[in-house]
């Protein structure tokens, strides 16, 4: 691994029936990720952005590891191809174990499981129990929604403006690995 590489923890859609453009943002992501000489940290799973994502970093001559809880073993979806195939108990276990192992987190277009990791760990840098950079992939304007739900929460003072300084939405995956090089900000206190 090249001086400087970085565990990148990409969260995204297991479902095979997205919009082409998200499967091309997944591939490009993929390949990005892999000239940079970073590392993959996905859910291990074949379908999907998620399989999209690890066959093209590893196309790219890029190094991947999936976490993936014992239960998907039986629907036959883990990524065998994985440089690193972890087996959780269970999908608390997985998500706590890509965690550990990310140095930054990006999420793709995904459905509900994308969106409660994404938040578990905004929620966790806004507390202070990491300082990992957070990125969203805005894909087609895919998470415009949720920063419109973000902003309706500064607004109402459910949290503080500033707290938007804990993500960064980014346009494509390019944008998105290179605003991991950037100096983030410090976050402010949580509570108002």
């Known amino acids: 691994m090249p001086a400087g590489a970085r565990h990148i923890c990409v969260y995204c859609s297991s479902s095979t029936a997205v919009d082409p453009a998200h499967v091309a943002a997944a591939r490009e992501l993929g390949g990005a990720l892999a000239a940079r000489g970073d590392v993959l940290v996905w859910g291990g799973a074949t379908v999907g952005l998620m399989g999209?994502?690890?066959?093209?970093?590893?196309?790219?001559?890029?190094?991947?590891?999936?976490?993936?809880?014992?239960?998907?073993?039986?629907?036959?979806?883990?990524?065998?191809?994985?440089?690193?195939?972890?087996?959780?108990?269970?999908?608390?276990?997985?998500?706590?174990?890509?965690?550990?192992?990310a140095d930054a987190f990006i999420a793709l277009p995904g459905g509900?499981?994308?969106?409660?990791?994404?938040?578990?760990?905004?929620?966790?840098?806004?507390?202070?129990?990491?300082?990992?950079?957070?990125?969203?992939?805005d894909v087609e304007g895919f998470w415009r929604p949720l920063d419109a739900l973000f902003a309706h929460f500064y607004r109402e003072r459910f949290a503080r403006p500033e707290s938007a300084r804990a993500y960064t939405m980014a346009v494509d995956a390019l944008s998105a690995l290179a605003s991991l090089?950037?100096?983030?900000?410090a976050l402010p206190s949580k509570w108002l």
């Open 181 to 185: 090089d950037a100096v983030g900000e």
């Open 112 to 137: 509900f499981g994308t969106l409660e990791e994404l938040l578990e760990q905004l929620t966790a840098r806004l507390l202070g129990a990491h300082d990992k950079p957070i990125v969203l992939v």
């Open 52 to 101: 999209e994502v690890a066959r093209s970093a590893r196309l790219a001559g890029g190094r991947t590891i999936g976490v993936i809880p014992e239960s998907l073993l039986a629907v036959e979806i883990a990524d065998h191809d994985a440089d690193e195939l972890v087996v959780t108990a269970d999908m608390l276990g997985r998500k706590a174990e890509m965690a550990r192992r």
